[in-house]
């Protein structure tokens, strides 16, 4: 467990954040996450901030537009995709900036292939996730895109000692169950199997040179099948976790893996939030149910939100993130004691 990138009783956040002010958001997150910052995501600036538009952006050789359905591959850049690449490199500028004198790990977010095949449609309107060819081709695509971006951010902040990579698949378990609609929307595109799903996914999380976390904010995260993927860390809503899933954690546990725990509600919770006790006890009694000493909790466990803070008032989001950092601080106090 020496080769996580973070320390003890570490926090972070899922990515996305409220507003339009990239800058204030960089700064609440190196302020309020010392030990595991990110750079944020402001969905709410509009065309191309978005999961889907940001991650497009990046792709090589696959240019995408806007139709009134959403985003489609199209023959050749244009203004949509213009936009979504601005966005991005203001956000990176501003890292460059706010990180300034920064040592330590850093977290990036792209969303995954599957989610991705499952929300671009192809040029005569089919989504991509219905040819298996274009799964692929988006898969190689994006991971050449993501290596340059990986290698603009590491020049950028030259004293990242550790960069993670964090893949957002919230659509994955509905592509391996068959619940994604057609473009039409009256059909369910065939669900993929679970090998075909992990071999795509591999292209990605085999990136040289960072820390592959796959997030999944939705039921049913397929935990084997990220772990056999490539995943090193899995991060999950905590609160969606069934106890029949738990068995799977505890094998990804026992391989290496580690959690990134959803612990707080990304938005909608009354204020103020609860203890951090309180907090941090569904973490615990995973851990020790799954029959793990509470020695190894604050290193293979980071606390996150339970998934982006877009829906959340800026006051909110900082106070999602403080909680989260001060709440990981109750998992190496003797969490075995009530």
Same mark, same amino acid.
């Given at each position: ?26 700064? +609440?997150?190196?302020?309020? &996450? ?19 538009g940001r991650t497009a952006s ?5 240019? +995408? ?44 977010? +792209? ?28 898969? @190689?695509?994006? @991971? ?28 994955l378990p509905g592509v391996l ?5 057609t473009a039409s929307g009256f ?15 591999? +292209? ?54 580690? &959690? ?48 982006? &803070? ?29």
């Open positions: 467990m020496s080769d996580f990138p973070w320390g003890e009783a570490a926090a972070t956040g899922v990515g996305s954040h409220p507003g339009d002010d990239h800058v204030e958001a960089a700064k +609440v997150v190196f302020g309020e &996450l010392p030990a595991l910052p990110y750079v944020p995501e402001l969905p709410g600036r509009g065309v191309g901030a978005d999961m889907i990046l792709l090589v050789e696959l240019p +995408v537009e806007v139709w009134p359905s959403g985003w489609r591959f199209s023959d050749r850049p244009g203004r949509d995709l213009r936009r979504a690449r601005e966005h991005l490199s203001r956000d990176l500028d501003t890292l460059e900036e706010v990180a300034q004198g920064y040592e330590g790990p850093l977290k990036i977010q +792209v969303c995954g292939p599957w989610t991705l095949a499952a929300a671009v449609e192809m040029r005569h309107g089919d989504k991509a996730l219905s040819d298996p060819g274009a799964v692929r081709d988006i898969a @190689a695509s994006l @991971a050449e895109g993501v290596a340059a971006h990986v290698d603009r951010v590491r020049r950028g902040v030259p004293g990242v000692t550790d960069l993670v990579l964090q893949i957002d698949e919230p659509g169950a068959g619940t994604v609609p059909g369910r595109l065939a669900a993929v199997e679970r090998s075909v799903a992990a071999d795509v996914l591999s +292209v990605l999380l085999g990136l040289p040179g960072v820390f592959p976390v796959v997030h999944c904010c939705a039921p049913r995260v397929p935990v084997a099948l990220l772990r056999r993927a490539g995943a090193r860390a899995v991060s999950l809503d905590l609160s969606l976790l069934s106890r029949r899933e738990e068995e799977a954690v505890g094998e990804a546990v026992e391989a290496g893996t580690a &959690l990134l725990l959803g612990v707080v509600p990304g938005a909608g919770a009354a204020a103020p939030l609860p203890d951090v006790g309180v907090v941090a006890r569904p973490a615990i009694d995973l851990w020790h149910r799954l029959g793990f000493p509470s020695a190894t909790l604050a290193r293979q466990v980071v606390l996150t939100p339970t998934c982006g &803070l877009a829906g959340a008032s800026p006051a909110y989001a900082k106070a999602a993130l403080a909680k989260c950092r001060e709440s990981a601080r109750v998992l190496r106090e003797d969490p075995g004691e009530d």
